[in-house]
Each structure stands twice: as C-alpha cells, then as structure tokens.
C-alpha cells in the first residue's frame, strides 16, 4: 500500500489502534505494546506496508517502555519530519513507502550511532529470521 491509498481503504485494511497510530500520529502507552520486550531475532516491518524497517540486530533495552533501535536496515526506507506538537522539538520517524507514523527519534542512543529510534509496537509486524 503506498501513501497514495484512500483513507477509507487505510481504516479497512489496518484495526483501529494501528489507524490511530499510523494514520493520525498516535502514540500507544509506554510497556504496552507487543514488541517493547520482545527479544527474537527476526525484521520489523511496517504494519502498513510490510516495508522492512528494524532488525532485531539493532534493536535495544533503553527503558523507555516502546521499542528502540540505534538504526534502521536502510536509511531509505524510513523518513524523518520535524515535529513541533505538544510544544517539543521532536523528529518524527515515518514509513517512506507508505507515509506511516512509527514514533520519534532521539539523540540519547548507544554511542555506536547515538540514536534512539523509540517505535510504536502497533506500527510494526514482525518475521522471524529464518535461521533460528
């Protein structure tokens, strides 16, 4: 599905927690979501699209309550916009394929990137790598 899908499709195809999240910016509550704790080994997808996003490789505990990453697989498949809502400079991190909203992204990462991409588990499906 690319950005160009109709509203009406988007509230079809995903449940209503991913629409709020995905397709109006929502966030879900910290220690809540599926994959905040989760620890196999596999890529995170966006649940829009199915685009590859995270890998299990980069993903870290930062005690935030919301799945965190230092990076994403490819640079290109994540977009970054500046976010001024609720009177904070953020950087909101998007899917690039499909235009949906994964969370923030911080300067308080692991020194190896010093980022902290703090993702929505409802904005995210997860497969299995293959090897274990």
Known sequence: MESKTSEDKWKKKLTKEQYRVLRKKGTEPAFTGKYWDY???????????G????????????????PSFDQPIDEVNVEEKLDT?????????????CGGHLGHLFNDGPKTTGCR???NSISLDFQP????
């Open 39 to 49: 620890h196999e080994k596999g890529i995170y997808k966006c649940a829009g699209c």
């Open 51 to 66: 685009t590859h996003l995270f890998s299990s490789e980069k993903k870290f505990d930062s005690g935030s309550g919301w």
């Open 85 to 97: 809502n609720y009177g904070m400079k953020r950087t909101e991190v998007l899917c690039n394929k």
């Open 117 to 119: 991409y703090c993702i």
């Open 129 to 132: 790598d293959a090897k274990h």
